[in-house]
């Protein structure tokens, strides 16, 4: 037996392996596991997108509100809002004219359309409203918008649900007479 200096055998016995690891079959078994998920996991969110993009919306219209219940207090000035399924457009309201035109090169005031499978439901009065899939161009030309703002700070009373077509998920922004907006998750029951 060789021992070194300080008295340790040294040699190793060439027939002694190491088997502790994984085959290249385990291996790919779990690489092809975790592709199914991961392939499964990017479809959902790109089908049903993630609850972020409901609540960015819904805070992007409060926001607006918000922004112009006060720009319509301070000018002395009407806004108008005007849904469809698939968005909403700003107006403001001309009382010399008798009439509501779009804002020309406003950014604030522009109009925004949802990305798909987003859509609107919108309720006056306790009645759920009945809305066009998307703007029609003759009725933009002579625009009745379905909720108004007035300078006085006061708006028409509203419910606006914002729900995604294939899982049902729906967030809805009500409004008070005051212009006092309020975010829930109970939904109401879109036509």
């Known amino acids: ?23 290249f079959i385990e291996l790919l078994v ?4 975790i592709g199914v998920f991961a392939g499964a996991t990017i479809l959902s969110v790109g089908t049903l997108g993630s609850d972020r993009e409901i609540d960015r919306e819904v805070f992007r219209l409060r926001t607006l509100l918000e922004l112009i219940r006060e720009e319509a207090v301070m000018q002395n000035r009407s806004y108008g809002l005007l849904f469809s399924e698939t968005g909403y457009r700003f107006y403001i309201y001309d009382p010399q004219r008798l009439l509501w035109f779009e804002p020309i090169d406003d950014r604030f005031l522009r109009e925004r359309l949802l990305q798909e499978p987003l859509s609107l439901g919108l309720r006056l009065e306790d009645r759920d409203i009945t809305l ?22 006061e708006m028409t009373p509203f419910e606006v649900a914002f729900y995604r077509e294939l899982d ?15 975010v829930s998750e109970v939904g109401f029951d879109v036509q």
């Open 1 to 23: 037996m060789p021992i070194s200096a300080t008295g340790i055998w040294t040699k190793r016995s060439p027939l002694r392996r190491y088997r502790g690891g994984f085959s």
């Open 30 to 33: 779990v690489v092809v596991i």
């Open 132 to 153: 066009d899939r998307e703007f029609d161009p003759e009725a933009l030309e002579a625009p009745q918008p379905q909720v108004v703002l007035l300078a006085s700070g």
């Open 168 to 182: 049902g998920g729906r967030i809805l922004l009500s409004a008070a007479l005051d212009g006092t907006l309020e």
